[in-house]
T-cell receptor
Framework: AQKVTQAQTEISVVEKEDVTLDCVYE???????LFWYKQPPSGELVFLIR??????QNEISGRYSWNFQKSTSSFNFTITASQVVDSAVYFC????????????FGSGTKLNVKP | KAGVTQTPRYLIKTRGQQVTLSCSPI?????VSWYQQTPGQGLQFLFE???????NKGNFPGRFSGRQFSNSRSEMNVSTLELGDSALYLC?????????????FGPGTRLLVL
């Protein structure tokens, strides 16, 4: 069975603090894809990153970085020097190659960045 | 390239009515998926269409149905609306429906059932 767990329901930080959003996934498939999306109050899910199960390299994009560790089945997302515009709900999602037409979403983490 | 568009953006209906939501995928994308998002249940998969065929369906009652046209545009229909159908309905598209492909989402349709 496939499952994504985002244990942090809501996080509040003050601007310029670093924050890490946790994502733990479960799958027995060896080929799978992990995604992070951001959902601002407007509602649209904005794609942030995709990783495949064979690429464990961490990735950095500006203030955003992702730490993929297969040993712990985790795909964590860190925002460095957070800003008020980062306030949103963040979703982690999983798709496997054997069930490629279904996306498994975590329950989301709401991030509040206060000025 | 234009993104995924959904119409209408907001909708108010009463119990027992039916509603049709529309989704236009990114140009060239042939796979369209629908999701329901509520505060209590989170994001739940409704169904996916590819080349006018439904490929997968989530655990929703038969009141929820959809279809896809030859131009890849998709519609979702909910009949005999219930209060619990109030939600944000999101549509997403991807190019050919393959596993590695990123799914791009539209802005959603907020449905309120009174």
């Amino acid at each position: 069975a496939q499952k994504v767990t985002q244990a942090q329901t809501e996080i509040s930080v003050v601007e310029k603090e670093d924050v890490t959003l946790d994502c733990v996934y479960e799958t027995r498939d060896t080929t799978y894809y992990l995604f992070w999306y951001k959902q601002p109050p407007s509602g649209e899910l904005v794609f942030l990153i995709r990783r495949n199960s064979f690429d464990e390299q961490n990735e950095i994009s500006g203030r955003y970085s992702w730490n993929f560790q297969k040993s712990t089945s985790s795909f964590n997302f860190t925002i460095t020097a957070s800003q008020v515009v980062d306030s949103a709900v963040y979703f982690c999602a999983l798709r496997t190659i054997y069930n490629f037409n279904k996306f498994y979403f975590g329950s989301g983490t709401k991030l509040n960045v206060k000025p | 390239k234009a993104g995924v568009t959904q119409t209408p953006r907001y909708l108010i209906k009463t119990r027992g009515q039916q509603v049709t939501l529309s989704c236009s995928p990114i140009s060239g994308h042939r796979s369209v998926s629908w999701y329901q998002q509520t505060p209590g249940q989170g994001l739940q998969f409704l169904f996916e269409y590819f080349s006018e065929t439904q490929r997968n369906k989530g655990n929703f009652p038969g009141r929820f149905s959809g279809r896809q046209f030859s131009n890849s545009r998709s519609e979702m229909n909910v009949s005999t609306l219930e209060l619990g159908d109030s939600a944000l309905y999101l549509c997403a598209s991807r190019a050919r429906g393959g596993a590695p492909e990123t799914q791009y989402f539209g802005p959603g349709t907020r449905l309120l059932v009174l």
